[in-house]
Structure formats: structure tokens, C-alpha cells
């Protein structure tokens, strides 16, 4: 089945940086869009960025543009989340998503990783 696994989620002080990576295996990696999604406690999980399947296309929310970068390498199945200037409110768990769902940009997903949590202390 669909496997999706995170990693590079971790502790960092304000103004920091983390980058996520997400490996996938069993589906056609290169034929389907990908995202990274994010729950903080008492939220909804949401979108953080999507990247379409040959990566020429992306998405951001709001929140994130101009700090986070979403990038792809389909030779090697994986999908990264580069963010930077991290802030407090950025803390969350963070999901590496695929087959997505809901138009562009995407508002969900069929399939959904384990989750990586990302904590910024101020």
C-alpha cells in the first residue's frame, strides 16, 4: 500500500530553520501531486504547501509564503518542505500528503503520512 514517511521534524528556536522530507513508495510517485499539510493542537489540519507532479506548480498558504519552499525529486520518490524563519505559531505536527484533494490548492488528501512534529520556542 501507499507509504509515506517523514522525517526532519524536530525542537527549534524562533528565527530557525528545519527542513521536512518526506519518502514515498508504492504508487507512481511521479504521476501525482504532492503536499504537506499541518495540525496544531485544537486546529484543523490544513494546508501548508502543494507541488503539482512535475513540480511546476505550487501553492502556499498564506501564512508561510515568502519563508517555507516546497520542492520535489521525482527520481528519488521524495518531496521536501524547506522552512525558515520559523515562528511559534508554526508549531504543529506536519503531514506529508498525496493523491490530494479538493481542486488547486488542494484542501485534503486520500493518503497521508504518519506526521512529524515541528516545535518553535520563542
Partial sequence: QV??????????QAGGSLRLSCAASEFTFSNYAMGWFRQAPGRERALVSAISAT??????????KGRFTISRDNAKNTVLLQ?????????AVYYCAANLRGGWPPEGAVYWGQGTQVTVSS
Avoid: H, W
Avoid at 55 to 64: C, E, I, K, P
Avoid at 83 to 91: C, G, Q, W, Y
Fill in 3 to 12: 507509504q509515506l514517511v517523514e522525517s526532519g521534524g524536530g525542537l527549534v
Fill in 55 to 64: 513540480g511546476g506548480r505550487t501553492a502556499y498558504a498564506d501564512s508561510v
Fill in 83 to 91: 522552512m525558515n524563519r520559523l515562528a511559534p505559531e508554526d508549531t
